[in-house]
Structure formats: C-alpha cells, structure tokens
C-alpha cells in the first residue's frame, strides 16, 4: 500500500470530519464527510447531499471525487471517510473511487471515539471490473 505519513494522516482525517459538517442528510440523519489527499498536497472534500427522491442521494465519496475531478485532479494518494461507527463506502463508491486507481488508501474513521481503520481499496473491491475489456477504452 502506498505509505501516507502520520501528519498526513491526521491531515486527511481532520478534513473528513470538517466536511462531514457540511452533510445534508435530513432523510437518513446519517452524515458522512470525505476528504481525498492529493497527490500535490492538496485536500478535497466531499459530504453527503440527500434528496426527498432518495436514490438520488450522494455519498460524501463521489462528492469528493467529482469535486477533485472538477478542480483538474485525476490523482490522489489517500481518502479518509468520517462517519459515526467508521463505516466502509458502499459498493457504488468503492467503483467510482476503482476509476481512479486501486492502490488507495481508504481510511474509515469513527467520529465518536476517533478510532480508524485502513484497507487498500483493492481489498474492498476484488476482482473489479476497470474497463480495461471495454472496446474503446485510454
Ligand atoms: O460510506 C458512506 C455510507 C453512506 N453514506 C451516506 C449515503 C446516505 O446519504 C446516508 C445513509 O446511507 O449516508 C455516505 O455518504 N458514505
Ligand atoms: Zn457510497
């Protein structure tokens, strides 16, 4: 796994739960903050965005990937995902974030007791499809 140092680390996660104060989520009262570690330093975050119409709720993730790619970024180095009970990204995120490199680490932070968990995005996503069998693909 690519190694983030400690500060580095702390950095990312001190984002995630800032943007989780941002999370509208007034269907589910779940809110959820992410924060990508660019690879030039910067830090990107994301919240969920919830809808009366619920499927079309947003994860705080894709917030943040589609924020990062918005702003010229297609490289990170990590993203941290602050929640109550630390919970991993749902399996649409987990895809969204596979497009953009499966060596990442994803930290899951609980924002209740501070504690983390670390998995390389590859360990959440086996066997992922990348597109590489697509017809046309870069
Ligand atoms: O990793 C996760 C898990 C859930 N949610 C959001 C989606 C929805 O708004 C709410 C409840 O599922 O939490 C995220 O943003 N990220
Ligand atoms: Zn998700």
Same mark, same amino acid.
């Given at each position: 796994?690519?190694?983030?140092? #400690?500060?580095?680390?702390?950095?990312?996660?001190?984002?995630?739960?800032?943007?989780?104060?941002?999370?509208?989520?007034?269907h589910?009262?779940?809110?959820?903050? #992410?924060?990508?570690?660019?690879?030039?330093?910067?830090i990107?975050?994301?919240?969920?965005?919830?809808?009366?119409?619920?499927?079309?709720?947003?994860?705080?993730?894709?917030? /943040?990937?589609?924020?990062?790619? #918005?702003?010229?970024?297609r490289?990170?180095?990590?993203?941290?995902?602050?929640?109550?009970?630390?919970?991993?990204?749902?399996? /649409?995120?987990?895809?969204?974030?596979?497009?953009?490199?499966?060596?990442?680490?994803?930290?899951?932070?609980?924002?209740?007791?501070?504690?983390?968990?670390?998995?390389?995005?590859?360990?959440?996503?086996?066997?992922?499809?990348?597109?590489?069998?697509?017809?046309?693909?870069?």
């Amino acid at each position: 796994m690519p190694e983030l140092k #400690a500060n580095e680390i702390e950095h990312l996660v001190r984002a995630a739960i800032e943007a989780r104060d941002q999370a509208y989520a007034p269907h589910s009262h779940f809110y959820v903050g #992410a924060a990508l570690l660019i690879a030039s330093g910067e830090i990107v975050a994301g919240c969920n965005v919830e809808n009366a119409s619920y499927s079309l709720s947003l994860c705080a993730e894709r917030g /943040a990937v589609v924020t990062a790619v #918005a702003q010229g970024h297609r490289k990170w180095r990590g993203i941290a995902i602050a929640s109550v009970g630390g919970v991993s990204p749902c399996g /649409a995120c987990r895809q969204f974030l596979a497009e953009f490199g499966l060596d990442l680490p994803v930290i899951m932070v609980d924002v209740i007791d501070g504690s983390r968990r670390v998995r390389q995005l590859a360990q959440l996503l086996p066997d992922a499809f990348d597109g590489s069998s697509l017809p046309i693909h870069d």
